[in-house]
């Protein structure tokens, strides 16, 4: 029979027993927002980065890890299915229909037309278009090494850059193919030279030997494409046949113009805070956005200062008359949104849900603008044109 004294064990059996005991953490070892499994004497801990030795302790203890390593430990563990839904990034195709949703009321607001028909072959050809845009970025970015890395990158997802191209290529043909087919039926050839130039930017902002994107160039490109460029057309897309004197086309109005103004700037917001926590990656490989150039602090200054712009300037074009006061009132109640948008920016700018604030913001800022041209001219009146 063993007999225990004081701190002393007799009984050669039980030095295993105790040596385990002394070299397991106690199971009141607790690690805050992580998970530790054991397996014998061997304790592994899912994260992605250095936690401090795991000391033998009567009494309850709790690891605190920084922001930055909660985030790693997050990315670490990702589902697959969450890594389809980054890749696929649904609510980023909001830019396609803001500016078609916005321009078709500008639209409606100067003549009362609008063809419904026309409106979905443009929708469904803007989401082709802007999937080219998506694919085609990651596929470029792969090359330059940006998104080896990157788990919710398309090519990494389903391991085939050639695939990702030929499937960008593809969408980019077929929704090109929709913008000549609407630029036939309104007959305005105004509406497919600014689509184009809007494609352009979009190729210049990724694609070599420009690669826009890459000098830092890639908001101005942004605002040109999907404001005055793509909402503009959109604006044109919606001209109609007069049965009596031929086509009659839509003069461009400072209404257009000024809305274009605002939708360019909330879609350049997205792809500003795109940026965020992407700047170690971005600046390995020479991609000089402005986040790497001036940092992610200044960074939330900067948004701050373009969403307060964006409301002056709402204010302003009402004040001068160049969009009606329905559009000033009903795009007033995002303000909550806005605010709430820079002080997320403000307290987590290296996050990478910041950009998706932005969304929300581009979104429901968009669907405002709308509803109040078509509240102006006084309700909807739908036509179908063959």
């Given at each position: 029979?063993?007999?225990?004294?004081?701190?002393?064990?007799?009984?050669?059996?039980?030095?295993?027993?105790?040596?385990?005991?002394?070299?397991?953490?106690?199971?009141?070892?607790?690690?805050?927002?992580?998970?530790?499994?054991?397996?014998?004497?061997?304790?592994?801990?899912?994260?992605?980065?250095?936690?401090?030795?795991?000391?033998?302790?009567?009494?309850?203890?709790?690891?605190?890890?920084?922001?930055?390593?909660?985030?790693?430990?997050?990315?670490?563990?990702?589902?697959?299915?969450?890594?389809?839904?980054?890749?696929?990034?649904?609510?980023?195709?909001?830019?396609?229909?803001?500016?078609?949703?916005?321009?078709?009321?500008?639209?409606?607001?100067?003549?009362?037309?609008?063809?419904?028909?026309?409106?979905?072959?443009?929708?469904?050809?803007?989401?082709?278009?802007?999937?080219?845009?998506?694919?085609?970025?990651?596929?470029?970015?792969?090359?330059?090494?940006?998104?080896?890395?990157?788990?919710?990158?398309?090519?990494?997802?389903?391991?085939?850059?050639?695939?990702?191209?030929?499937?960008?290529?593809?969408?980019?043909?077929?929704?090109?193919?929709?913008?000549?087919?609407?630029?036939?039926?309104?007959?305005?050839?105004?509406?497919?030279?600014?689509?184009?130039?809007?494609?352009?930017?979009?190729?210049?902002?990724?694609?070599?030997?420009?690669?826009?994107?890459?000098?830092?160039?890639?908001?101005?490109?942004?605002?040109?494409?999907?404001?005055?460029?793509?909402?503009?057309?959109?604006?044109?897309?919606?001209?109609?046949?007069?049965?009596?004197?031929?086509?009659?086309?839509?003069?461009?109005?400072?209404?257009?113009?000024?809305a274009s103004v605002l939708v360019g700037l909330t879609t350049t917001f997205i792809l500003f805070c795109s940026h965020f926590h992407q700047i170690d990656g971005d600046a390995a490989v020479g991609k000089m956005s402005p986040l790497v150039r001036i940092g992610t602090e200044t960074g939330s200054k900067l948004i701050?200062?373009?969403?307060?712009?964006?409301?002056?300037?709402?204010?302003?074009?009402?004040?001068?008359?160049?969009?009606?006061?329905?559009?000033?009132?009903?795009?007033?109640?995002?303000?909550?949104?806005?605010?709430?948008?820079?002080?997320?920016?403000?307290?987590?700018?290296?996050?990478?849900?910041?950009?998706?604030?932005?969304?929300?913001?581009?979104?429901?800022?968009?669907?405002?603008?709308?509803v109040g041209l078509v509240v102006a001219r006084g309700g909807v009146q739908l036509y179908n044109i063959g």
């Open positions: 029979m063993a007999s225990v004294g004081a701190g002393t064990l007799h009984h050669p059996s039980l030095l295993p027993l105790v040596s385990d005991l002394c070299h397991r953490p106690p199971l009141c070892y607790r690690v805050s927002q992580q998970a530790i499994s054991c397996k014998k004497w061997k304790t592994k801990v899912k994260i992605h980065g250095r936690l401090p030795a795991l000391k033998c302790s009567s009494q309850p203890q709790t690891i605190r890890l920084t922001t930055g390593e909660k985030e790693e430990g997050e990315e670490a563990e990702i589902s697959r299915m969450t890594l389809i839904w980054r890749a696929a990034k649904l609510p980023i195709y909001s830019v396609a229909l803001v500016p078609l949703t916005v321009g078709s009321a500008a639209a409606y607001f100067q003549t009362g037309f609008f063809s419904t028909r026309r409106y979905f072959l443009l929708l469904f050809a803007s989401v082709l278009i802007i999937a080219w845009l998506n694919l085609s970025n990651d596929v470029y970015d792969y090359d330059t090494g940006v998104d080896r890395n990157k788990k919710e990158s398309v090519i990494n997802i389903i391991g085939s850059q050639t695939a990702t191209h030929f499937a960008a290529i593809t969408f980019l043909v077929f929704g090109f193919m929709g913008l000549i087919w609407a630029c036939a039926e309104a007959g305005d050839i105004r509406f497919i030279l600014l689509a184009t130039s809007a494609i352009l930017c979009g190729y210049i902002y990724q694609c070599p030997p420009f690669r826009l994107s890459y000098q830092g160039l890639g908001e101005p490109l942004c605002f040109a494409a999907f404001g005055p460029f793509a909402t503009t057309a959109f604006y044109f897309s919606q001209s109609s046949k007069n049965l009596t004197s031929g086509m009659n086309h839509l003069s461009l109005s400072a209404t257009v113009l000024c701050r200062i373009g969403i307060l712009a964006l409301y002056i300037l709402l204010f302003t074009f009402s004040a001068c008359k160049y969009i009606p006061l329905t559009c000033s009132f009903l795009c007033a109640i995002t303000i909550p949104l806005a605010k709430l948008v820079m002080d997320y920016v403000e307290q987590n700018h290296n996050i990478f849900m910041a950009k998706y604030y932005c969304v929300r913001l581009h979104s429901l800022f968009g669907a405002a603008l709308a």
